[in-house]
């Protein structure tokens, strides 16, 4: 168990341009969720993947940013055209399907747009 | 009214400290209770997690659940300067995990 990676650990970016971020979550855990997360803010939900199908969506989630995980393993997340107001830090976390199982976090891609 | 709320800090203790961290939630139908633990620039670590009303201790860790007054306090003994942190509370129903801002902790020598 190798715990959540993301890629990458940091991302500056000029405003307009598009980024893509990566997710490998725990190898058995067949949930996938994107949070965001500003400073002195807790993470705030964006979306959830159960295996390929993506389940729910923020309304935090402008048509600006799109996630998938094309085979149920690995996540990517993307925003296009991006703005001044998308810097934050980007959490990715993963849980089994057992019922009561909590979120197991990894250690976000910081992005910022200048 | 936020969900989950915190009391932000920061909050300051001597090294050897009884920590007294407290969370309250809004809705009914949270079921499941969570204390996480972040370093800076780190993603959040999970400490403790718990399902019904009473105590849960872990180590130096006791998680306590009110359900009746909508609130959680996460217990930290003997703190140590490692124990310097951001602690968020989170509550869970069905797949929505909703996660208070957290309290900044700071254990000095």
Partial sequence: ?114 | QKEVEQDPGPLSVPEGAIVSLNCTYSNSAFQYFMWYRQYSRKGPELLMYTYSSGNKEDGRFTAQVDKSSKYISLFIRDSQPSDSATYLCASRRGQNFVFGPGTRLSVLP
């Avoid at chain 1, 980024?19 to 994107?34: A, G, K, M, Q």
């Avoid at chain 1, 729910?56 to 085979?71: G, H, N, Q, V, Y």
Wanted: aromatic share 10%; with cysteine; proline share 4%.
């Fill in chain 1, 1 to 114: 168990d190798t715990g959540v990676s993301q890629n990458p650990r940091h991302k500056i970016t000029k405003r307009g341009q598009n980024v893509t971020f990566r997710c490998d979550p725990i190898s058995e855990h067949n949930r996938l969720y994107w949070y965001r997360q500003t400073l002195g803010q807790g993470p705030e939900f964006l979306t959830y993947f159960q295996n390929e199908a993506q389940l729910e969506k923020s309304r935090l989630l402008s048509d600006r940013f799109s996630a998938e995980r094309p085979k149920g393993s690995f996540s990517t997340l993307e925003i296009q055209r991006t703005e001044q107001g998308d810097s934050a830090m980007y959490l990715c976390a993963s849980s089994s399907l057992q019922g009561s199982s909590p979120l197991h976090f990894g250690n976000g891609t910081r992005l910022t747009v200048t």
